[in-house]
Each structure stands twice: as structure tokens, then as C-alpha cells.
């Protein structure tokens, strides 16, 4: 996975400017998906200001302020890290920023339980066609869940118990968008051997 933030260019809105948006590129299927931030700017064509809330306190309501030229990279734990550029500070002032932003991407936990037995980590399991099997991810509060496999099969629950089972590796695929509207994407194998 790739990560981009910020930058210059247009809007959803089709005003030009300097942009807070974080974007995420998955090499593997060649798509973007966007992850936060404004898909806005302003039509005097300044930049998002920043909402910095209080010193080293995680908030949704956080967000770097419209930017450009800033540097950015990801740590061990797959937290990225954005320091200074050109842009907006929380007053809507235009210059170069000497701020530190961190952001922790949600990490979805996936678990299986196969007939009744302790809850286990993991996303692949193989089973036999009598077996029951339940599925979850966690966080399990707050947000929405899309739940997609094969034959049809739906769910907007953040656990699915007594999964259809049918005969060889079957996918099933969870979607968790959380309060801000970010999304995350985990899939299962569940092989029916």
C-alpha cells in the first residue's frame, strides 16, 4: 500500500488550491481510495486550514491544514508521519509549517471460531462441510460493515455467524467504514475441504 497527502491541484468542488486530502494506492489492483481529509477548497483558492486540537490527543476532528512541498514517510508501524511544507495554519494563515502530524491507520483484527471452539486470529481457516464457522473483525462498535461472498451472500453485521459453507476456497470480503467515512477493506479464505 501506498500513501499520499496533500499537494496542489483541483477540488471536487473545481476550485484550485492547496489540498489535505490522504489518499491510499494499492499496487496490486491499481486502485486509489481516499482515506481522509477535505475534498474541498475554499473558492479564494487558499488552502483548508489546519484543526489541531490539543498537543500529542489522537481526535477524528484533526487535520493537517492544505499544503504542499511537505515530507512525509511511514514508520515500522505502519503509522505515517507528515512534518511542515507550505501551507495553512488553524488560522487560515498562509506560510511554512513546522508541524508534526501522525496518523495510525486502523488495523483490523480478523478472528474465526470453528464449531463453538475459542475465538482464533486469522484470516484463512480450513474446515470440513459439517463444520460451523462464525467470522468477525474487530473494532466491532462505531462505523458500518459491508460484508460480500460467494453465492450472493451479504451481511451488515460486524460478526456473521454459521457462514455458508460450500466446497473449495471461498472468499469473503469486509468492508468496516468508520464515523469519518474512512473505509477498510479485509478478506478471508475459508477453504471447505
Given at each position: 500500500?501506498?500513501?499520499?497527502?496533500?499537494?496542489?491541484?483541483?477540488?471536487?468542488?473545481?476550485?484550485?488550491?492547496?489540498?489535505?486530502?490522504?489518499?491510499?494506492?494499492?499496487?496490486?489492483?491499481?486502485?486509489?481510495?481516499?482515506?481522509?481529509?477535505?475534498?474541498?477548497?475554499?473558492?479564494d483558492g487558499k488552502g483548508q486550514p489546519g484543526v489541531y486540537g490539543?498537543?500529542?490527543?489522537?481526535?477524528?476532528?484533526?487535520?493537517?491544514?492544505?499544503?504542499?512541498?511537505?515530507?512525509?514517510?511511514?514508520?515500522?508501524?505502519?503509522?505515517?508521519?507528515?512534518?511542515?511544507?507550505?501551507?495553512?495554519?488553524?488560522?487560515?494563515?498562509?506560510?511554512?509549517?513546522?508541524?508534526?502530524?501522525?496518523?495510525?491507520?486502523?488495523?483490523?483484527?480478523?478472528?474465526?471460531?470453528?464449531?463453538?471452539?475459542?475465538?482464533?486470529?486469522?484470516?484463512?481457516?480450513?474446515?470440513?462441510?459439517?463444520?460451523?464457522?462464525?467470522?468477525?473483525?474487530?473494532?466491532?462498535?462505531?462505523?458500518t460493515w459491508s460484508w460480500t461472498g460467494p453465492s450472493g451472500f451479504?451481511?451488515?453485521?460486524?460478526e456473521i455467524d454459521n457462514i455458508p459453507l460450500s466446497a473449495g476456497?471461498?472468499?469473503?470480503?469486509?468492508?468496516?467504514?468508520?464515523?469519518?467515512?474512512?473505509?477498510?477493506?479485509?478478506?478471508?479464505?475459508?477453504?471447505?475441504?
Open positions: 500500500m501506498r500513501w499520499r497527502v496533500g499537494g496542489e491541484g483541483y477540488a471536487t468542488n473545481g476550485n484550485w488550491g492547496e489540498l489535505n486530502d490522504l489518499w491510499t494506492f494499492n499496487p496490486s489492483t491499481n486502485q486509489w481510495a481516499w482515506e481522509g481529509g477535505s475534498n474541498t477548497v475554499p473558492s490539543t498537543l500529542g490527543s489522537p481526535a477524528a476532528a484533526n487535520s493537517p491544514g492544505g499544503r504542499v512541498y511537505a515530507s512525509s514517510w511511514t514508520d515500522s508501524s505502519g503509522n505515517i508521519w507528515l512534518f511542515g511544507g507550505g501551507g495553512f495554519d488553524a488560522y487560515g494563515n498562509e506560510g511554512n509549517l513546522n508541524d508534526l502530524w501522525e496518523f495510525q491507520p486502523l488495523v483490523l483484527t480478523p478472528s474465526f471460531q470453528v464449531n463453538g471452539a475459542a475465538w482464533q486470529a486469522g484470516n484463512a481457516v480450513s474446515v470440513t462441510p459439517d463444520s460451523t464457522v462464525n467470522l468477525k473483525l474487530l473494532p466491532l462498535s462505531g462505523g451479504t451481511s451488515a453485521s460486524s476456497a471461498n472468499t469473503y470480503t469486509a468492508t468496516y467504514t468508520d464515523p469519518t467515512a474512512c473505509s477498510y477493506t479485509m478478506s478471508f479464505i475459508l477453504t471447505v475441504q
